[in-house]
């Protein structure tokens, strides 16, 4: 454990730990109920443009840059708070969603559960 | 748009996508009160191991290799459900913990939340 760990897990700095690629974990949940909308990574871009902005920004790695949630679809996600985990490299964004979360219409991009091998439909 | 990609989204087969590192996001949250436990990843073989005991197993980076949560503590996580988002390369967890399950003893690794630009502590 070195110094730089500690002042991570226990202090109040913000120090946010990017891996080789440059990345985070960012997950978002419903501000209100806590249902899992989606799972994406950020960059320090990313997690600069969601703070000035408070809607979520993340890295897309296919298109390889910085991604506004529904700057296409309109579909935001208002930040209302974001968690840090103890050695800062994954962050849950708690967001108000305007409209669907996924790019597949759904309410959540988990849509579906892992039963007896098979994926079935969830109720969101 | 190829096949494989509707296949994964749309399907009922389980196709989970791994990254070039062989990895996917896998997101722990509380099975009664989605409060979120932990984030980390899995490759196949911790997908593997999670389906076959019920218990979460991960891909630790740091140290290359197989990580069952608890192996040491004994703070394992019991997993009622899996979610599966929509193109594959993510899941959530729905785990019931046996103890905390930060190895700081907390009982969520999200213990604190960013706000006025610095750390502040989050009732659990």
């Not at 991604?67 to 209302?80: M, N, P, Q, T, Y």
């Not at 849950?92 to 309410?107: I, Q, S, W, Y």
Request: aromatic residues 6%; proline residues 3%; hydrophobic residues 40%.
């Amino acid at each position: 454990m070195t110094n730089d760990s500690d002042e991570r897990e226990t202090g109040s700095a913000f120090m946010p730990k990017f891996d080789a690629q440059g990345l985070l974990s960012a997950v978002v949940l419903h501000a209100d109920t806590r249902v899992p909308l989606m799972v994406a990574f950020m960059d320090d871009k990313a997690v600069a443009a969601t703070r000035e902005t408070g809607l979520a920004h993340f890295h897309s790695r296919s298109r390889g840059r910085l991604w506004k949630k529904g700057e296409s679809s309109g579909h935001v996600l208002r930040v209302e708070k974001i968690l840090v985990d103890c050695d800062q490299d994954a962050l849950v964004l708690m967001a108000r969603p305007e409209g669907p979360t996924c790019h597949t219409g759904a309410t959540s991009c988990f849509y579906r559960k892992l039963e007896g091998g098979l994926l079935h439909s969830v109720k969101s």
